[in-house]
């Protein structure tokens, strides 16, 4: 049924009902540009032009399909394409979201990009009408349910895509701890509440944009937002995108989203539910992360099945429905944004989550998530904005060996199975080494077996390993000069055998595998 309703009217390029068009009677919320030039004279004669010239390469489609899921177009170096980019810089609403202060450098290379795409849960501006046809319940206030950081390298090889969950407990500047998707709302309302809606509006975007910045560690270069009427006609313009769904879901009571398992092809309010619904998932809100994540990887998809680009008249109603459905910083540049995305594709875009503890109570007693510590996150963000690395340097040289009739040893039993320093050391004696004493080690419980020796001495412990691999080499001030220590642990498993390997460590958070755009696997 849902892939019926859609082949019907998502796809048929009609304008939405007046009660469901998110501009009707909706004051801007910020600063626009000029008028878009006109539809009629220009466009044909632009259209004309564009005519036999030669189109853009596959990179180009992909790259256009990325912006889509930035909700901005790709703007082409062609006359066409810059037509387009007038048509998206003149409607596209701008705000002031990029602070002076509070917005930290990580030693990004200098053209690199990080944005900050977020969606808006407002419902303030929908009617009784469109609340029940969107199944968006009531007005949540001006909280940001959706938060992603996006990546892309000076390169443009690569898009990284980590989304935040909306009740991350982080340090908010000048509000303490709280759930991150407060910090909107904390900035927005530190403006004089007599002041233009468009600058409350940028008060909010600077404070979720600090709170990132320290979250990260990085600088936020741009930032993008879309609201709950915006996504619903991006999701109806691009005519559908198929997903996957390993169980059937009926959500009625709550997001409206009811969905058979399988691969089934969704649009508008549909979409909107299906990217809503947390509410009887196995993992809440992380699921419905994932399914935001899947919903913008399968834009990407249905952009390239459709060859966008062959399509003029699509292309110029992408860009209208998504310039008038965004609002961005000041200094964005969407056909500069294009540009950098050129070499993207969509086995080289991932999406992730940011790496999580578990679940917590704050204590008002409020359901909250956990994140790794500082220092983990910015290490996890540093990894996430490396530029490509370089050739690998040359290997350095293998350490001198000595002879085994060079190296005497001291052998200590630290394993806790009885006599076995004797046997390991009349073993090194058979193999050519001198032992000069076996004995127990300070304790009985050494997992590990270790070769300890003194600086300068790293030849004869480098005979010693040799015949014991897999042991741990040290530097020490226990053993005396031109002598190295054997100490035996629970993996010993006799001179001339490789050691027992040991369990990797356990660590305290762990990040989700990415998803790439291409991956069309069933989620929940």
């Not at 539809?39 to 990179?59: F, H, K, N, P």
């Not at 006359?79 to 030693?107: H, Q």
Request: proline share 6%.
């Amino acid at each position: 049924m849902s892939r019926d309703r859609n082949e019907r009217g998502g796809s048929s390029g009609r304008p939405l009902p007046a009660r469901l068009d998110p501009r009707a009677g909706r004051p801007p919320r910020s600063v626009r540009g000029q008028a878009a030039p006109a539809r009629t004279g220009q466009r044909d004669d632009d259209e004309r032009a564009v005519r036999g010239r030669s189109r853009t390469g596959r990179g180009a489609v992909v790259a256009r399909a990325v912006a889509a899921v930035l909700s901005v177009v790709l703007l082409g170096a062609s006359g066409w394409g810059w037509y387009l980019g007038r048509v998206a810089e003149a409607t596209v609403n701008r705000t002031d979201a990029i602070p002076t202060a509070g917005n930290s450098n990580a030693g990004d290379a200098p053209e690199a990009m990080n944005l900050l795409l977020v969606g808006n849960d407002s419902r303030s501006q929908l009617s009784e009408e469109q609340l029940a046809e969107l199944s968006a319940g009531t007005d949540s206030g001006i909280n940001t349910d959706t938060m992603i950081l996006v990546h892309v390298p000076a390169d443009g090889s690569r898009a990284s895509f980590v989304s935040f969950p909306r009740d991350s407990y982080v340090e908010i500047p000048g509000h303490g701890m709280d759930k991150l998707n407060a910090a909107y709302a904390y900035g927005y309302g530190e403006v004089d509440d007599s002041a233009p809606e468009e600058e409350r509006a940028a008060g909010g975007a600077q404070l979720l944009v600090q709170t990132i910045s320290q979250l990260t560690g990085l600088m936020i270069d741009h930032y993008a937002e879309v609201d709950l009427l915006g996504f619903f006609e991006l999701s109806s313009v691009v005519g559908g995108v198929e997903v996957n769904l390993c169980a059937p879901v009926d959500d009625s009571a709550y997001s409206g989203a009811v969905f058979d398992a399988g691969v089934q092809t969704i649009a508008g309010a549909e979409a909107l539910a299906f990217v809503r619904q947390r509410h009887g998932l196995p993992r809440g809100d992380l699921d419905r992360i994932v399914r935001q994540q899947v919903f913008m990887a399968g834009v990407l998809r249905k952009i390239l099945d459709e060859d966008v680009l062959l399509d003029l008249g699509k292309q110029r109603q992408l860009v209208e429905a998504a310039s008038q459905s965004l609002t961005i910083d000041r200094d964005l540049v969407l056909l500069e944004l294009a540009q950098q995305m050129q070499a993207v594709t969509a086995g080289s875009i991932e999406f992730q989550t940011v790496p999580i503890v578990g679940d917590d109570r704050d204590d008002e007693g409020r359901s909250i998530l956990r994140l790794a510590d500082e220092d983990d996150l910015h290490a996890f963000f540093a990894d996430l904005s490396a530029e490509p690395e370089q050739a690998a340097a040359p290997t350095a040289e293998a350490p001198p060996t000595a002879a085994p009739s060079e190296v005497s040893v001291e052998v200590y039993n630290g394993s806790g199975i009885p006599g076995l320093a004797g046997e390991a050391g009349t073993a090194l004696e058979d193999a050519g080494f001198t032992v000069t004493s076996t004995g127990n080690a300070s304790s009985s419980d050494y997992t590990q077996t270790t070769i300890r020796h003194a600086a300068g001495d790293e030849a004869l412990a480098a005979a010693l390993a040799a015949q014991v691999p897999g042991a741990v080499t040290e530097a020490s001030e226990d053993p005396s000069p031109g002598t190295v220590q054997l100490v035996l642990g629970e993996d010993f498993n006799g001179v001339g055998q490789q050691t027992t390997p040991q369990a990797p460590a356990p660590t305290a958070t762990a990040a989700e595998p990415p998803r790439t755009a291409a991956d069309t696997s069933c989620i929940n």
